[in-house]
């Protein structure tokens, strides 16, 4: 099984800022490493896909990079409907995985 | 619009069956990749299973073997079928479509207690 390892686990960030999001992977998943945002009560909504192509309604402030292990989700400028937890999943090899996640929370 | 929605939840004892659905609109769940993810309470997200277009099914291996995915073409839907239930599979379960997991449904809720 793929391990994905996600950091930092907190993330306490100001409006405006940037955040920076990290993903690694145990083994290779070539750019099949996806991002989902969830809030508290919901269910999570695709962000990014194949490591970098951002998904249909998804700002431009959200960056996805990488490829193979290690993968960076970047969120230029943060608004306030931002701070949420962040979780990436692979979809290369069986049985797929996600990661423990990383909220962004609010300093 | 695509929409899917579960149901199926509910309280159960350790040992025990329990069947979910996902009723899907807007697309056919035969032409599509539908999966099923779960999330514990206060928990990170948990892949579970994936029905592929062509019937392919694969599951992750804390419910391999105990957990059964299928789906009914003519009903639009897919199941899952879980079996000699543990407390730790007490969870939100979601359906998802595609690849990408880009449409969820709400979930539904599954407790294992005594």
């Known amino acids: 099984e793929i391990v994905l390892t996600q950091s930092p686990a907190t993330l306490s960030l100001s409006p405006g800022e940037r955040a920076t999001l990290s993903c690694r992977a145990s083994q290779s998943v070539g750019s099949y490493l996806v991002w989902y945002q969830q809030k508290p009560g919901q269910a999570p909504r695709l962000l990014i896909y194949d490591a970098s192509n951002r998904a249909a309604g998804i700002p431009g402030r959200f960056i996805g990079s990488g490829s193979g292990t290690d993968f960076t989700l970047t969120i230029s400028s943060l608004e306030p409907e931002d701070f949420a937890i962040y979780y990436c999943?692979?979809?290369?090899?069986?049985?797929?995985?996600f990661g423990p996640g990383t909220k962004v929370d609010i300093k | 619009e695509v929409q899917l929605v579960e149901s199926g939840g509910g309280l159960v004892q350790p040992g025990g069956s329990l069947r979910l659905s996902c009723v899907v609109s807007g697309i056919s769940v035969s032409g599509n990749y539908m999966t099923w993810v779960r999330q514990a309470p206060g928990k990170g997200l948990e892949w579970v299973s994936v029905?592929?277009?062509?019937?392919?099914?694969h599951y992750g291996d804390s419910v391999k073997g105990r957990f059964t995915m299928s789906r009914d073409n003519s009903k639009n839907t897919v199941f899952l079928q879980m079996k000699s239930l543990r407390p730790e599979d007490t969870a939100v379960y979601y359906c998802?479509?595609?690849?990408?997991?880009?449409?969820w449904g709400t979930g539904t809720t599954v407790t294992v207690s005594s």
């Open positions: 029905v592929y277009a062509g019937g392919e099914i």
């Open positions: 999943h692979q979809r290369s090899n069986w049985p797929f995985t």
């Open positions: 998802a479509r595609g690849p990408n997991l880009d449409v």
